[in-house]
């Protein structure tokens, strides 16, 4: 019902930027929100970034505060990730998700979403 499609990986030097995009079709949501997770070898996918839309709160995992930005364009339907100042820790699969359900809590866990991209790499050299 859902598709996502990521673009806007590739590799990047430390203290360089990238956006991410994640372009959205098929069925809507409204009220609901969209996540961002990465994943990199041999580690558990880890939540970056994520907004509600009814109440137009972002949420960021600890280890991208102050660098990344999540943000949306809806007339596109696509939702960006602004990566800042990378990091060689940044490196990894990066997903965007979508909720399957109304999420009623922050929407931290990657529990909380039901559907996702195929992923794109990011990779940071140092």
């Known amino acids: 019902q859902v598709q996502l499609v990521e673009s806007g990986g590739g590799l990047v030097q430390a203290g360089g930027s990238l956006r991410l995009s994640c372009a959205a079709s098929?069925?809507?949501?409204?009220?609901?929100?969209m996540g961002w997770f990465r994943q990199a070898p041999g580690k558990e996918r880890e939540f970056v970034a994520a907004?509600?839309?009814?109440?137009?709160?972002?949420y960021y995992g600890d280890s991208v505060k102050g660098r990344f930005t999540i943000s949306r364009d809806n007339a596109k339907n696509t939702v960006y990730l602004q990566m800042n100042s990378l990091k060689a820790e940044d490196t990894g699969v990066y997903y965007c998700?979508?909720?399957?359900?109304?999420?009623?809590?922050?929407?931290?866990?990657?529990?909380?979403?039901?559907?996702w991209g195929q992923g794109t790499q990011v990779t940071v050299s140092s």
């Open positions: 098929g069925r809507t949501f409204s009220g609901y929100g």
């Open positions: 907004f509600n839309w009814s109440g137009r709160n972002t």
């Open positions: 998700a979508a909720p399957s359900q109304l999420i009623t809590t922050a929407p931290t866990l990657k529990e909380q979403y039901g559907y």
